[in-house]
């Protein structure tokens, strides 16, 4: 099965800042730890950050001494992120495309880290489904997602009217915008309907941060907007809006 996706060769850096140098990045990065923090506080368990990237998620495993591989199909990607973990020795690295990692490993993890790799990928859902064959039995998968559903929401509120009516059409020539966002509640049904994992969590991500009109409120405020979002992250209605939907997976 083919399943192309992205590579960041070029732009690693840019990216890099572009995420975690500002508050959505931070927010969405902080917001996970707190959801992740009983996977992170385990004992210690082999973890595959699935399009790693810069190694930010692989860093606070491997601060709490779990043995982690990053993955990736971007080199300029696996340099930054050795490079940020260059004090630890319990880290590998794999330069790979997520089809070869599927098709080709023959290693089980006790958990897999798959964060904002979906929107990516030509065939998301079938990408998912084959991870299965990388857990041990009973392992875990954290997955996060690019939002379709929030995508057009945000879409609406900046006028946006046209882009919306032609279907949220792929720009190309933007390579750090997402060209494949997933609708939580389709994904979920997919996952349901498989006999390969159990859904344990489901959870927004952002569910508040990029709608706020007053931007400038959300340095002096974070942490009451940080309180707000893990409040309201699984919250009906306000979880189908967050900018990113996070699964909690177990293998079945």
């Not at 990065?29 to 506080?41: D, G, M, P, R, V």
């Not at 630890?88 to 958990?111: C, G, W």
């Not at 059409?169 to 979920?188: C, D, G, I, M």
Request: net charge positive; proline share 3%; hydrophobic share 40%.
């Amino acid at each position: 099965m083919k399943i192309p996706a992205s590579s960041f060769n070029g732009i690693a850096n840019k990216f890099d800042q572009n995420i975690y140098g500002t508050s959505k990045g931070r927010l969405r990065h902080q917001l996970l730890l707190h959801f992740l923090a009983k996977e992170l506080n385990s004992s210690k368990m082999d973890v595959l950050d699935l399009g790693g990237g810069t190694g930010m998620m692989s860093l606070e495993f491997a601060k709490r001494g779990h043995n982690v591989t990053v993955l990736d199909m971007s080199q300029d990607a696996l340099d930054i992120a050795k490079e940020r973990l260059r004090v630890f020795s319990n880290t590998q690295y794999i330069l790979s495309d997520l089809t070869h990692a599927i098709e080709q490993r023959s290693v089980k993890y006790d958990f897999i880290i798959c964060h904002a790799v979906l929107e990516w990928l030509l065939q998301p859902l079938p990408a998912v489904l084959n991870m299965r064959h990388l857990l041990k039995p009973n392992g875990q998968m954290s997955l996060t997602f690019f939002n379709h559903d929030a995508k057009v929401f945000s879409n609406v509120l900046y006028a946006n009217f046209d882009y919306v009516e032609r279907g949220l059409p792929s720009k190309n020539t933007v390579r750090l915008n997402p060209h494949n966002a997933q609708k939580p509640k389709e994904v979920l049904s997919w996952l349901n309907d498989s006999a390969e994992f159990t859904v344990k969590k489901s959870r927004g991500i952002r569910c508040f941060h990029d709608y706020m009109s007053d931007k400038t409120k959300i340095d002096a405020m974070y942490q009451q907007l940080f309180d707000m979002e893990v409040k309201y992250s699984d919250a009906e209605p306000y979880k189908w809006l967050g900018k990113y939907f996070h699964i909690m997976l177990e293998a079945s």
